[in-house]
Every structure is written in structure tokens, then in C-alpha cells.
């Protein structure tokens, strides 16, 4: 599993509240540490304590960045086997944080001593010798290493929420590239099964029919892959197909468009009308005598694109009868998928005969 570095991703608000426990722990070990140079003979003034405890806190901030960037190293992740070399590695990691800081501050008191008598004295003390120093600095590497694994964790947990919601949108974006695949096949194999009919009984116009179908396969590829166009494209493929059926049934079908230009910019998920109209010519126009319509209606309601579909055709059987097929299907799960709970879907029979489906999705324009 890989990792990324805690000391280079760590934000302002992480280093502050990482600076901000160590000053805690600072001001808490203030008066522990004057009573224990109390109880060895030496009172320290209170410019020595300021002194020390700015320069200790002072040491332990420069020194964080470095810690954690030799933590990023050893990060305990991965096989068993590796994680306990690792931790063998924080161990390291942390005398030497130790044993660093508490050369550092006798540094300090050293540089000091030639500049003032009391800190020359004070050098004297037990309690500034470079063995007691490391050894009550043990307890600060030990928080620093905690600090480092807690934001360690959060940052993991950042990762793979980001890497959730890639995911997420990842099988979104396959569950619907599947369900166009379902469409395309289906409204192919239609098509040239009409065309296949009609090459004993007219031959000219399966021609022609088969020239109008490569070029609304050739729009179709050329598409955009995004999944959504805008309404004013989807309408001049659907005059194409529109175009190809008129080839088949002549005067039997007519087709109308109602659009509310406002909305011809809108933006509507690709190959959306297409299969409601192949719907209502296989199970509305084509079983009836006689010619029929088709109307086709798009306008704005407030923040919501409306669109349906509406025929004069034989209806739509009985609810005990009905089930769904896969033109409709596979628009409502489209639907379902690219605006899950703001989009609608519903058939029902038109008045005074026919069926019309409509749908609303969000108004979103171009």
C-alpha cells in the first residue's frame, strides 16, 4: 500500500495544532522543572526559566519537520515482517530526535555561559547534563511520535475517502456507458430488422433506409463522450432517426416538435429521445390502422427541463399486463444514475387515445 508523506501534506491548521500541544506540554512541565532544580540547590531566575523553556519549545518546533519527514519513511503499513522493522525505525527515529534537542539546548546553556555569570552556574546543575536532558526529553519524542501517527491516520482516512468517491463516480460512469451499449444494440437490431422486411417489398427504399442508418451510427460515434449534450443536439439526431422511420412507414407517421426555444441550449443526457419515440412508433404507431402522430415537447417549469413523448397510437396495455421494456428501462436508470432523486420518469395513456411519457430532469443550460 502506498503512502504519501505526512510532512509534505500536513496543512497549517494540522502544523498549528501540532505546535500548539507542544506549547501545552511546555508550560506543564514548567513547574516540575523548577522544583526538581529547586530540590538539587538551585533557585533559577525568572528570566532563566523563560529562557529555557522558549529555547526547549523553540528546538522541539524546529526539529518536528525533520522528525516527520524520517517517520514518512518507515511507515507502518505493509506485511508484518515490515512493520516491525519499522517500528524499530520510529524507535531510532525518536532517541535521536531525543538525544539531538538535548544537545542542542546544552548547546544553548554553553553559548550562554560566556555571556552571563548565572548561566554559568547554572551550567552546573544536574539537571542540565546532557544524560538528564535526553532522558526527559523521552517523554516528548514519545508524544511527538504520537502526533505524527494521529495525523498519519487522518490523512489515510482523507485518501480513501477521496479514492471512495473516485470510485463511486468510476462505476457510475461504467454503469452508465453500459446501459447506452444496452440502447445502442437494441435500437440497431430494430432498425435493420425493419429494413431487412422491407428489401423483398421495396428495395429502393431498404437502400436508402440503410444510407440514412449509416449516417445516424456515424453521429453517434462521433459524439460527445461526456454523456450529456445539449437538447438542440439531441433534436437533430432525433430528426435523423425521425427521418429514417418516414422512409419505412411513409405517410402513416408524422411527427411534430414543440420546443420552447429557451431551452434549446439546455443540457439532456445523450441518446435520450431517441429510444421514447422508437417506443411509441414499435408499440403505438406501428400496431394501429391508419396513420399516426407523434409529438415531441420540450419547456422550462422553474429550475426543471420537462420533456415528453406523446402518441396517438393503441395505448398502453393494462397495468396487470404491463412491464417495462428496454428503451424505458434503461432511460430511467440513466436517469436514475445522472440525477439520483431529481429526475422523473413516468408513462401513462394520453387523452383521448394514445400514450405519452414524460420526463423532468434539472434545468441546466449551456
Aim: glycine share 6%; with cysteine; net charge neutral.
Amino acid at each position: 500500500m502506498s503512502t504519501q508523506s505526512v510532512a509534505r501534506t500536513a496543512t497549517l491548521a494540522e502544523w498549528a495544532a501540532v505546535g500548539g500541544l507542544q506549547l501545552v506540554i511546555e508550560l506543564a512541565t514548567i513547574r516540575p522543572i523548577v522544583a526538581a532544580n529547586r530540590a538539587v540547590g538551585f533557585d533559577p531566575a525568572a528570566a532563566h526559566i523563560v529562557f529555557g523553556a522558549s529555547a526547549d519549545l523553540a528546538l522541539w518546533l524546529a526539529l518536528t519537520p525533520f522528525v516527520f519527514l524520517a517517520l514518512d519513511q518507515v511507515p507502518l503499513v505493509g506485511p508484518r515482517s515490515r512493520i516491525a522493522l519499522n517500528l524499530a525505525g520510529w524507535t531510532l527515529v525518536g532517541i535521536a530526535a531525543a538525544a539531538a534537542q538535548a544537545w542542542m539546548v546544552r548547546g544553548l546553556w554553553v553559548a550562554g555561559s560566556t555571556l552571563s555569570d548565572a548561566a554559568k552556574s547554572a551550567l552546573a546543575s544536574p539537571l542540565l547534563s546532557f544524560r538528564y536532558l535526553f532522558e526527559t526529553n523521552a517523554q516528548q519524542a514519545l508524544v511527538l511520535l504520537m502526533e505524527y501517527a494521529v495525523l498519519s491516520r487522518v490523512h489515510r482516512a482523507r485518501r480513501e475517502r477521496v479514492l471512495a468517491v473516485q470510485l463511486e463516480r468510476s462505476l457510475a460512469d461504467a454503469r452508465l456507458h453500459a446501459l447506452s451499449l444496452q440502447l445502442q444494440p437494441h435500437f440497431l437490431f430494430n432498425t435493420l430488422n425493419a429494413i431487412a422486411a422491407l428489401v423483398p417489398e421495396d428495395p429502393i427504399i431498404a437502400e436508402a433506409m440503410l444510407v440514412r442508418l449509416g449516417d445516424l451510427l456515424r453521429t453517434s460515434l462521433d459524439a460527445e463522450t461526456t454523456g450529456h449534450v445539449t437538447l438542440r443536439t439531441e433534436l437533430n439526431r432525433l430528426a435523423s432517426y425521425v427521418e429514417l422511420q418516414r422512409m419505412r412507414f411513409g405517410d402513416r407517421l408524422s411527427v411534430s416538435m414543440r420546443i420552447d426555444p429557451d431551452v434549446m441550449n439546455a443540457r439532456v443526457p445523450s441518446f435520450l429521445l431517441q429510444p421514447l419515440v422508437e417506443n411509441a412508433i414499435s408499440h403505438g404507431i406501428a400496431p394501429r390502422r391508419g396513420a399516426g402522430h407523434i409529438d415531441v415537447a420540450a419547456r422550462c417549469d422553474g429550475r426543471l427541463l420537462v420533456l415528453s413523448v406523446r402518441d396517438d397510437g393503441i395505448g398502453p396495455p393494462p397495468e396487470s399486463d404491463r412491464r417495462e421494456r428496454v428503451g424505458l428501462g434503461s432511460t430511467r436508470a440513466r436517469l436514475a444514475a445522472m440525477f439520483p432523486g431529481m429526475s422523473t420518469l413516468e408513462l401513462s395513456p394520453a387523452a383521448p387515445r394514445g400514450t405519452v411519457v414524460s420526463i423532468t430532469v434539472p434545468l441546466e443550460l449551456t
